[in-house]
């Protein structure tokens, strides 16, 4: 059974960094990618950033130049960098991956960019 469990959201004010993090239950050598998504009230999930076994990764326009992800093999945990934050980026984050045939989420965290 794979479990993902999201962690570092919060309160910050516009312009401010947070790093999200992600924990595996088990090796994330073993995802072919993880993914961080995010849903703001209203809208649809959207893919923020992923990163693929390889190390390669992909950010969404809206937020390149900005957000970053990485991952640490040694702790099976996935980080999504957030910089210079804005209140539109007011969502729940969501880490995920494909294994076995099906799509995992986490529980997700709440991030709120707001003076």
């Known amino acids: 059974q794979v479990q993902l469990v999201e962690s570092g959201g919060g309160l910050v004010q516009p312009g401010g960094s947070l790093r999200l993090s992600c924990a595996a239950s088990g090796s994330i050598l073993g995802f072919a990618v993880l993914d961080w998504y995010r849903q703001a009230p209203g809208k649809q999930r959207e893919l923020v950033a992923a990163?693929?076994?390889?190390?390669?990764?992909t950010v969404a326009d809206s937020v390149k130049g900005r957000f970053t992800i990485s991952r640490d093999n040694a702790k099976n945990t996935v980080y999504l960098q957030m910089n210079s934050l804005k209140p539109e980026d007011t969502a729940v984050y969501y880490c995920?991956?494909?294994?076995?045939?099906?799509?995992?989420w986490g529980q997700g965290t709440q991030v709120t960019v707001s003076s």
């Open positions: 995920g991956a494909p294994w076995g045939g099906t799509y995992h």
């Open positions: 990163i693929i076994k390889s190390g390669s990764i």
